[in-house]
């Protein structure tokens, strides 16, 4: 079983425990479920902003333990305050050290949340909308193209944006109406390879209709600048900023560079 197989099954044994403790009628009367929730796509299709999507992440299954120490309102807060145009908050405690809890400490801000999980259920989806996410993840890697549809079709219902990860190029018939927003991760989930020129490679396939997004092993302004010129609206960034003892300046600092380099 290679990893990603591995977190899918131990995701449905979660989603089946969590089901049972909490009604859906329960999670709707929780108090973020109906506050107005905000469009990452109108956020990324802003020009003003930095279009980085800045990631809160302790640990991973291929590194580790990043940043035992850091503060999730302090950090959200300073990448907010310094110019993302999204948070994404992981919240899957077993194979990332997150928490539904992250990501409602991380809602102080005003600017659209990814709710950073492996999604398979429309359990999950209400769950996102209860912790006052706006947007859910969908990985084609695990996932019919039937299941992308109908789950992003759910989100939809919720008033919650869909961003689709795609890593392989068999995957891009994931891509639907229903999907506006296509992420290209960098990294193999099966394997942990990274591979920058991914996207790059990817980007040409994907219709000029859906906003694109880079997402991952994005160390430097200069990569920036190379999704855009190649039509990336929005570039996932977590491990270069987890990594400092201090996140939000090492952002602060980074979009500086980004800012100087213009
Ligand atoms: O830390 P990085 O290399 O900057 O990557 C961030 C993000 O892209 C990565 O965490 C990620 C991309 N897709 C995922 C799916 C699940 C968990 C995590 C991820």
């Known amino acids: 079983m290679n990893i990603l197989d591995k977190i899918i099954a131990q995701k449905r044994i979660e989603v089946a425990e969590r089901k ?29 902003k930095t279009g980085i999507i800045a990631e809160f992440k302790r640990q991973s299954p291929s590194k580790g333990v990043i940043n035992g120490t850091a503060d999730v309102a302090e950090v959200t807060s300073a990448y907010t305050n310094n110019g993302a ?77 869909v961003l689709l990860e795609l890593h392989d190029e068999e995957e891009l018939q994931h891509i639907c109406d229903e999907t506006e927003i296509v992420g290209i991760n960098n990294r193999n989930l099966k394997t942990f390879e990274v591979d920058i020129e991914r996207s790059l490679r990817m980007a040409k396939q994907i219709p000029d209709t859906k906003i694109k997004v880079a997402e991952s092993g994005i160390s430097s302004v200069e990569n920036i600048q190379l999704f855009k010129a190649n039509g990336f609206r929005g570039f996932l960034i977590g491990e270069n900023f987890m990594k400092a003892e201090n996140p939000g300046k090492a952002f602060a600092a980074f979009v500086q560079q980004l800012k100087e380099k213009a």
């Open 20 to 48: 049972a403790k909490t009604s859906i009628a329960e999670l709707q009367q929780q108090p973020l479920y109906a506050r107005a929730t905000l469009s990452l796509k109108q956020f990324l299709l802003d020009d003003t």
């Open 85 to 161: 145009s999204c948070l994404s908050v992981l919240t899957d405690e077993q194979f990332f050290g997150g928490s539904t809890n992250d990501l409602i400490k991380a809602r102080v801000n005003s600017i659209p949340i990814l709710r950073k999980d492996f999604i398979v259920d429309e359990y999950q989806i209400e769950e996102a909308k209860a912790m006052g996410a706006d947007v859910i993840l969908l990985i084609a890697a695990c996932l019919t193209t039937d299941e992308v549809k109908r789950l992003a079709a759910y989100a939809k219902k919720l008033s919650l944006e």
